[in-house]
Structures are given as structure tokens and as C-alpha cells.
């Protein structure tokens, strides 16, 4: 028998991605700073603001030079890797799910569209990039708690990015360990209560 709370859970999920997926919602959403889940992409565009792909949630997320959150948009790769890179401060992303090209500016809005055609080697598949001061960027530990990393010319390291304690919870890694925690706590709850009451 499936635990009422489960479907219940499913329930919920599924109901806040159908609303979010809705175009009304996306925008007040772009104000929102997702999770940093395994990004996969970096890159800085002339005014040192610093771009970061976040396929989980198809999200690319624009920060200041120092690491304020400034906006996010939607992006195309259906849940799936992406290569990104920046020329003339249009980011492109290309999706490896369904092989397309998207062009944006660097405020979000959707240039163009097109086919990917380049092979890997033309495209940022790094987790670092270097704005015109000459300063790199990192993403350290991307599978745990991400968090972007500003090395000068000095090798100075200074913590940009990270997410926000309540925030490391929503990665998926801790959020499917507290599921699976619930699910235990609750069936060993309610064989006990069974015991009790036979």
C-alpha cells in the first residue's frame, strides 16, 4: 500500500511544476535566485557580471562582480546539460537535449534560435572563465554545495557565490536524503502504531 503522505508529496511537486512552468509565473521568477545545483557552464561578459548555467532547472542566473544576484531566465535544455559561452556580451547556450542554439542578451531576453552544430571543443564545457581584469572564476564542488570562486592576478581567492544555508537544503542530493529519511521515519511510525493495535 502507498503511504497517503507520499501521494500527497507527489501531489504538491507535481502541482508546483505545472505552475511553474506557466509564463506569468516565470516572470515574477526571474527575480528569484534558484539553487546553485551542478552548474555547468561560467562565463563574464564585459561589464564583469557573471553568468552561470544551472541545467537542473534550466536556469542561467546573472550575478554582479561581487556575487550579488541581479536576474534569471529560463532556458532551453529541458532539464539536461548545456554548453555556454559569451561573444560581443551575447550569451549563447546551446541545449545537448534537442541540439538547439539560444542567443541572449545579457539582461535575458531571447535573441535567436538555432540548430547546435558546434562539437563540444567550440564551447565553454569549463567550470571557469576569466573577465577582461584577468581575474578567473571557478565553480568548486559542483555535485555538493556549489559555490563560485574569484582568483586575481595575485592567486587571492575570494568566495563570490554560494548558496544561502536554506538554500543547500533545495539542492536535490539533501532534498531526496530528507524524503528518504521521512519515508523510514514514517513506515517505522506507523508499524509501530500497527503493532499497538493488534
Same mark, same amino acid.
Given at each position: 500500500?502507498?503511504?497517503?503522505?507520499?501521494?500527497?508529496?507527489?501531489?504538491?511537486?507535481?502541482?508546483?511544476?505545472?505552475?511553474?512552468?506557466?509564463?506569468? /509565473?516565470?516572470?515574477?521568477?526571474?527575480?528569484?535566485?534558484?539553487?546553485?545545483?551542478? *552548474?555547468?557552464?561560467?562565463?563574464?561578459?564585459?561589464? !564583469?557580471?557573471?553568468? =552561470?548555467?544551472?541545467?537542473?532547472?534550466?536556469?542561467?542566473?546573472?550575478?554582479?562582480?561581487? !556575487?550579488?544576484?541581479?536576474?534569471?531566465?529560463?532556458?532551453?535544455?529541458? !532539464?539536461?546539460?548545456?554548453?555556454?559561452?559569451?561573444? +560581443?556580451?551575447?550569451?549563447?547556450? =546551446?541545449?545537448?537535449?534537442?541540439?538547439?542554439?539560444?542567443?541572449?542578451?545579457?539582461?535575458?531576453?531571447?535573441?535567436?534560435?538555432?540548430?547546435?552544430?558546434?562539437?563540444?571543443?567550440?564551447?565553454?564545457?569549463?567550470?571557469?572563465?576569466?573577465? +577582461?581584469?584577468?581575474?578567473?572564476?571557478?565553480?568548486?564542488?559542483?555535485?555538493?554545495?556549489?559555490? /563560485?570562486?574569484?582568483?586575481?592576478?595575485?592567486?587571492?581567492?575570494?568566495?563570490?557565490?554560494? +548558496?544561502?544555508?536554506?538554500?543547500?537544503?533545495? +539542492?536535490?542530493? *539533501?532534498? =531526496?536524503?530528507?524524503?528518504?529519511?521521512?519515508?523510514?521515519?514514517?513506515?517505522?511510525?506507523?508499524?509501530?502504531?500497527?503493532?499497538?493495535?493488534?
Amino acid at each position: 500500500m502507498i503511504p497517503i503522505s507520499l501521494v500527497f508529496f507527489l501531489f504538491i511537486v507535481g502541482g508546483i511544476s505545472a505552475l511553474l512552468s506557466s509564463k506569468g /509565473i516565470q516572470m515574477k521568477l526571474s527575480i528569484l535566485p534558484f539553487p546553485l545545483h551542478d *552548474p555547468d557552464g561560467i562565463v563574464v561578459d564585459s561589464q !564583469g557580471n557573471i553568468y =552561470c548555467s544551472i541545467p537542473f532547472y534550466s536556469r542561467l542566473q546573472k550575478y554582479s562582480p561581487e !556575487g550579488s544576484f541581479l536576474n534569471s531566465w529560463m532556458i532551453g535544455t529541458s !532539464g539536461g546539460k548545456s554548453l555556454i559561452k559569451i561573444d +560581443n556580451d551575447v550569451i549563447h547556450v =546551446c541545449a545537448v537535449r534537442g541540439q538547439k542554439t539560444y542567443a541572449y542578451n545579457t539582461d535575458g531576453a531571447l535573441l535567436e534560435t538555432g540548430l547546435c552544430t558546434a562539437t563540444e571543443e567550440d564551447w565553454n564545457r569549463d567550470t571557469s572563465a576569466i573577465d +577582461n581584469r584577468g581575474n578567473t572564476y571557478d565553480i568548486r564542488s559542483r555535485f555538493t554545495f556549489p559555490k /563560485i570562486v574569484r582568483t586575481n592576478e595575485h592567486d587571492r581567492e575570494t568566495l563570490i557565490i554560494s +548558496n544561502p544555508w536554506f538554500m543547500k537544503i533545495l +539542492n536535490p542530493l *539533501p532534498l =531526496c536524503s530528507l524524503a528518504i529519511l521521512g519515508l523510514i521515519v514514517y513506515s517505522r511510525v506507523d508499524r509501530e502504531n500497527r503493532e499497538e493495535d493488534s
